[in-house]
């Protein structure tokens, strides 16, 4: 089965060993003798689309018969709104994106980064300030850069990312240099750019791999995700930015009511954290071929 990348995906390219019966390509030219092509759907406009009529949208190439589309995507859809939008959605015959109803999700959970994490003892906070924030993608559907600039007036925040920047990394090599420093902060900021159902990123996980409590704004189920009881604060929970701050203070006070949030990491993980491990123990390609395999 020969099969086509035929965007970008973001950076999340299939990694070897693949399926033995598979090849992989990104030559568009190989597009007309391919069996599956796997399209990056943020990577599409609509003004890419021929639309012939409202419910006319058509891809500038032609579909070979019995070839099959792929949509992927793990960005969430209040980005890229055409990724909602039946008339170009119907071009597909198979979805992979982070919504848990997609006909093969793909989610932020990485079961070999995060298990064995998630069982390690926090470590000493010898921050003085509370909480650290990396924010920095240009996207803010969730209002995010409000609600932190407002918090911000009622708390100190060490903000690493290009939003609010009043720290830096001194030696910054990517991901292990955030999670070394905000392993050392009680709290982290993780909002995420929009708050979207199952749109639940590396924002929420990466403070719980590094044993720090995540101050979490963004998808409405975010349960779903959190892999013990009592792992988080939800934003939500509080009317305003400035009665967080206030608790965030009072409980940063408290050993035993702080230390609390860290009593899952010795507990079974929740049962629906659980399916997610199982569902991302397999590689994405194996899962999307799988689902292929059902379709015909």
Same mark, same amino acid.
């Given at each position: 089965?020969?099969?086509?990348?035929?965007?970008?995906?973001?950076?999340?390219?299939?990694?070897? =060993?693949?399926?033995?019966?598979?090849?992989?390509?990104?030559?568009? !030219?190989?597009?007309?003798?391919?069996?599956?092509?796997?399209?990056?759907?943020?990577? *599409? @406009?609509?003004?890419?689309?021929?639309?012939?009529?409202? *419910? /006319? &949208? @058509?891809?500038?190439?032609?579909?070979?018969?019995?070839? $099959? *589309?792929?949509? &992927?995507?793990?960005?969430?859809?209040?980005?890229?709104?055409?990724?909602?939008?039946?008339? %170009?959605?119907?071009?597909?015959?198979?979805?992979?994106?982070? $919504?848990?109803?997609?006909?093969?999700?793909?989610?932020?959970?990485? =079961?070999?980064?995060?298990?064995?994490?998630?069982?390690?003892?926090?470590?000493?906070?010898?921050?003085?300030?509370?909480?650290?924030?990396?924010?920095?993608?240009?996207?803010?559907?969730?209002?995010?850069?409000?609600?932190?600039?407002?918090?911000?007036?009622?708390?100190?925040?060490?903000?690493?990312?290009?939003?609010?920047?009043? @720290?830096?990394?001194?030696?910054?090599?990517?991901?292990?240099?955030?999670?070394?420093?905000?392993?050392?902060?009680?709290?982290?900021? !993780?909002?995420?750019?929009?708050?979207?159902?199952?749109?639940?990123?590396?924002?929420?996980?990466?403070?719980?791999?590094?044993?720090?409590?995540?101050?979490?704004?963004?998808?409405?189920?975010?349960?779903? %995700?959190?892999?013990?009881?009592?792992?988080?604060?939800?934003?939500?929970?509080?009317? /305003?930015?400035?009665?967080?701050? !206030?608790?965030?203070?009072?409980?940063?006070?408290?050993?035993? !009511?702080?230390?609390?949030?860290?009593? *899952?990491?010795?507990? =079974? %993980?929740?049962?629906?954290?659980?399916?997610?491990?199982?569902?991302?123990?397999? =590689? &994405?390609?194996?899962?999307?071929?799988?689902?292929?395999?059902?379709? $015909?």
């Amino acid at each position: 089965m020969l099969i086509l990348i035929h965007d970008s995906m973001g950076g999340n390219l299939p990694k070897a =060993p693949y399926p033995p019966e598979v090849e992989i390509t990104i030559d568009r !030219a190989r597009l007309a003798e391919a069996d599956v092509v796997i399209f990056h759907l943020p990577d *599409w @406009r609509q003004g890419q689309m021929i639309v012939r009529s409202e *419910w /006319d &949208w @058509r891809f500038p190439f032609e579909k070979r018969p019995g070839q $099959r *589309w792929v949509g &992927w995507s793990m960005e969430c859809d209040e980005h890229y709104p055409w990724s909602r939008n039946i008339r %170009f959605m119907r071009h597909f015959d198979l979805t992979m994106t982070y $919504r848990l109803t997609s006909d093969a999700p793909v989610t932020y959970v990485i =079961p070999s980064m995060m298990v064995e994490a998630f069982r390690r003892p926090p470590l000493e906070k010898y921050q003085p300030v509370l909480a650290a924030s990396f924010v920095s993608s240009r996207f803010d559907h969730s209002g995010r850069q409000a609600y932190l600039r407002e918090l911000g007036r009622h708390m100190t925040i060490d903000s690493y990312g290009t939003f609010m920047r009043n @720290r830096v990394l001194p030696d910054d090599r990517g991901i292990p240099s955030k999670l070394a420093a905000i392993a050392h902060y009680r709290f982290t900021i !993780a909002f995420e750019n929009a708050c979207s159902r199952d749109y639940v990123t590396e924002k929420f996980f990466e403070p719980l791999q590094a044993g720090s409590v995540p101050v979490y704004l963004g998808a409405p189920n975010i349960e779903d %995700f959190a892999p013990g009881e009592n792992c988080f604060i939800s934003a939500a929970d509080f009317p /305003d930015p400035g009665k967080l701050a !206030a608790f965030l203070k009072e409980l940063a006070a408290d050993e035993a !009511a702080y230390s609390a949030y860290f009593a *899952w990491r010795q507990e =079974p %993980f929740r049962q629906s954290f659980k399916r997610l491990l199982d569902l991302e123990a397999e =590689p &994405w390609l194996y899962r999307m071929c799988r689902a292929l395999r059902t379709l $015909r």
